[in-house]
């Protein structure tokens, strides 16, 4: 199988902008829910990945492998790689757009392998919009945000309404967010097209 990989983005995109009301480079993020996987500080074996704004489009992510994230002995699990990119696109596309979106593909390269106690610096860019398709990318590097290339991947969001969430989440845990909004760690989080 050829490594080169298809054209990306893979349809016609206008250049996605930064949002005008988007966090100056620098800032830091913090957790959006404190229950995700990706970032949640109330989740004990997840990948709090720490996230900060970048120049441009960009946003810088990091995060150390642990022994909870093992796939084979004293290496990192492609799934929670993967899933590492995912929350650093999904920060990408939802604080330098300001939209709500979701994934709805990502595709990973794994180019090195990444061992337990490994720091990932993670890249991530908006490569272009097409209506409500938002194409990104990233890298991910060792140990330095000048490291070894270990990962890249690609990802298409698709932008939704916020009933999205609403309509198909679980109902005790939007109770849950309800009777304590700050389980949203980012309530401010505003919809400006
Ligand atoms: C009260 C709660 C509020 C909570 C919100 C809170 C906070 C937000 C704050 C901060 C955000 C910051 C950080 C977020 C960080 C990380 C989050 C990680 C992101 C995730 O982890 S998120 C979970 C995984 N994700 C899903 O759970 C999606 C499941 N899925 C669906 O829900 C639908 O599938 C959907 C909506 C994707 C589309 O459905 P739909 O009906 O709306 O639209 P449709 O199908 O027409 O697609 C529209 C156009 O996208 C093209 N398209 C779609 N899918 C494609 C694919 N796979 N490949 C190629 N093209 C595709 C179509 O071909 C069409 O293209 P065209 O327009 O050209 O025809």
Redesign the pocket.
């Given at each position: 199988m050829s490594r080169v990989p298809p054209p990306w983005p893979p349809?016609e995109v206008e250049t996605a902008h930064r949002h005008p009301d988007a966090p100056p480079p620098g800032t830091k993020?913090g957790p959006?829910?404190a229950h995700?996987f990706?970032?949640g500080d109330e989740v004990e074996h997840g990948l709090h990945l720490q996230t900060e704004a970048g120049e441009g489009t960009a946003i810088h992510a990091q995060f150390t492998v642990t022994e909870a994230h093992q796939g084979a002995p004293g290496l990192a699990h492609g799934g929670l790689l993967a899933c590492a990119f995912?929350?650093a696109?999904?920060?990408t596309?939802?604080?330098q757009l300001r939209r709500?979106?979701?994934?709805?593909?990502l595709e990973t390269d794994f180019l090195a392998p990444v061992p337990v106690g490994s720091t990932l610096h993670i890249v991530g860019t908006l490569d272009g919009i097409?209506?409500?398709?938002v194409y990104a990318s990233a890298e991910g590097r060792l140990d330095a945000p000048d490291g070894p290339l270990a990962l890249r991947a690609r990802a298409?969001?698709?932008i939704?309404d916020?009933r999205?969430?609403?309509e198909?989440?679980r109902a005790e845990d939007?109770r849950a967010?309800a009777e304590n909004p700050s389980l949203?760690r980012?309530s401010r989080?505003d919809i400006n097209p």
């Open positions: 349809v993020f959006h829910y995700c990706g970032c995912d929350e696109l999904g920060v596309v939802g604080q709500p979106a979701v994934t709805g593909r097409a209506g409500r398709k298409l969001f698709v939704v916020f999205h969430f609403v198909h989440g939007l967010v949203l980012q989080f």
